[in-house]
């Protein structure tokens, strides 16, 4: 760690702020070198901007129901990421698209964490959708934003399984566990500066892999 400069990131979300959470309590142990400069939410309600306010974070809610297009809406929150001279932005929950203006703003610098193992199960209710559709794992997955809905390059993802007797509740709890693992990771690879990005592939300089490999149910 040292006295390098620490990343300043700016964190966005719209609900009950658990992955900002992790955040959070990592970087207050030290464990990260990276801060949190500014909590963004479009939600006033948003437990987010409860945590952020109560770890002493600046907070700036955003109502996206104030604005009539989503490119004004984006206007305001890259203006208020641009204040505070915010390097990287967590997106942690947050349920708004991310327009074309906002993405060129801050090329390769959003990323955003998704409960499921990506490319399968984009989009919103995907714990539920992975139960329905009878897989027998899901897990979470880090990734830069793209122009897609969660397309981007994968940084890391984590792999949970899935059981028989699970509802939407007990498998999103399961995941949720591994987020605040490996979000908080995901960024200090990047505080560090060991990701590169060539073609759509993320590396991770002088990280180990995982070895051997998982079936659920168990065979002998
Ligand atoms: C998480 O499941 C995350 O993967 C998804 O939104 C949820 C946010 O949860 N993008 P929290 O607000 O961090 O508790």
């Not at 830069?144 to 007797?165: E, K, L």
Request: aromatic letters at 6%; charged letters at 20%; proline letters at 5%.
């Amino acid at each position: 760690m040292g006295t390098k400069q620490k990343l300043r990131l700016a964190v966005l979300a719209s609900g009950s702020g658990t992955n900002l959470q992790s955040i959070i309590d990592q970087s207050q142990q030290g464990l990260l070198d990276a801060e949190i400069c500014l909590v963004i939410s479009n939600n006033p309600g948003a437990g987010a901007l409860t945590r952020a306010a109560q770890a002493g974070i600046k907070t700036l809610c955003i109502n996206h129901r104030e604005f009539d297009t989503r490119e004004e809406f984006d206007r305001a929150v890259i203006a208020g990421v641009q204040k505070v001279g915010a390097e990287l932005i967590v997106l942690a929950g947050f349920m708004r698209i991310i327009s074309a203006l906002f993405l060129q703003a801050f090329p390769q610098k959003i990323i955003n964490i998704h409960p499921s193992l990506l490319p399968s199960f984009p989009g919103l209710h995907v714990q539920q959708k992975a139960i329905e559709y009878g897989a027998k794992f899901s897990g979470c997955t880090v990734h830069f934003v793209d122009s897609g809905v969660d397309t981007g390059p994968i940084i890391i993802q984590a792999v949970v399984p899935i059981f028989h007797d699970d509802s939407e509740e007990t498998l999103a709890a399961r995941i949720l566990e591994q987020e605040h693992k490996i979000y908080p990771q995901a960024i200090q690879w990047i505080a560090e500066g060991r990701i590169k990005i060539v073609d759509r592939q993320v590396q991770i300089i002088d990280s180990g892999s995982t070895e051997g490999t998982l079936t659920n149910p168990s065979i002998p």
